[in-house]
Nanobody, 119 residues
Framework: QVQLVESGGGLVQPGGSLRLSCAAS????????MGWYRQAPGKQRELVAS???????NYADSVRGRSTISRDSAKDTVTLQMNSLKPEDTAVYYC?????????????WGQGTQVTVSS
């Protein structure tokens, strides 16, 4: 059973930084495409950043240049470093693991961690 547990959210002032962590169980970080998504009140969930099983990264335009996604397969963790935070970054951030194998899609979500950017 795959489980994803996020941590690191909280209240931060505009211009500040946060480091979000996703701890996975099941030795999946090296085998799955991993991603961070966010959902603000009244909005759809959107991709923030992702890293494939092969290590390729992708970022939303809104965070590119001030965010870094990284993974540690040995520790089964994925982190998202976010800098120069803005009020519009306020959302619940979710960790996602996804893999397509033999035509079957495996897709898992964490419970989410709240990030609030406010003075």
């Amino acid at each position: 059973q795959v489980q994803l547990v996020e941590s690191g959210g909280g209240l931060v002032q505009p211009g500040g930084s946060l480091r979000l962590s996703c701890a996975a169980s099941g030795r999946i970080v090296g085998a799955y495409d991993m991603g961070w998504y966010r959902q603000a009140p009244g909005k759809q969930r959107e991709l923030v950043a992702s890293v494939t099983a092969r290590g390729s990264t992708n970022y939303a335009d809104s965070v590119r240049g001030r965010s870094t996604i990284s993974r540690d397969s040995a520790k089964d963790t994925v982190t998202l470093q976010m800098n120069s935070l803005k009020p519009e970054d306020t959302a619940v951030y979710y960790c996602n693991a996804r893999r397509i194998l033999n035509g079957n899609i495996a897709n898992y979500w964490g419970q989410g961690t709240q990030v609030t950017v406010s003075s």
